[in-house]
């Protein structure tokens, strides 16, 4: 059963960072790209990073300079460090991976930034 367990969100003030990870289980994890997304309210979901298995990033652009994704395949546990952060990344952000064709979600962590 693929199991996605995020941790690390809260609140900072704007400027500040955290530090989200993602725990998977169930999968062989260094096969699949693994991506990160962000819910606002009031916002269609977003796509804010995603990394793949050779270690290739791609990010949204509200994002790009400011967040960094990373994985540790030894860990199976993927990265999203996000600096200088504003209220505008305010969100839930939840982990994705797709293997055979199928998306999974973790239950998502709360991240809120206060200007």
């Known amino acids: 059963q693929v199991q996605l367990v995020e941790s690390g969100g809260g609140l900072v003030q704007a400027g500040g960072s955290l530090r989200l990870s993602c725990a998977a289980s169930?999968?062989?994890?260094?096969?699949?790209?693994m991506g990160w997304y962000r819910q606002a309210p009031g916002k269609q979901r977003e796509l804010v990073a995603a990394?793949?298995?050779?270690?290739?990033?791609t990010y949204a652009d509200s994002v790009k300079g400011r967040f960094t994704i990373s994985r540790d395949n030894a860990k199976n546990t993927v990265y999203l460090q996000m600096n200088n952060l504003k209220p505008d990344d305010t969100g839930v952000y939840c982990c994705?991976?797709?293997?055979?064709?199928?998306?999974?979600w973790g239950q998502g962590t709360q991240v809120t930034v206060s200007s």
């Open positions: 169930g999968i062989f994890f260094s096969r699949f790209a």
């Open positions: 994705v991976t797709r293997p055979a064709n199928v998306d999974y």
């Open positions: 990394i793949t298995t050779s270690g290739s990033t």
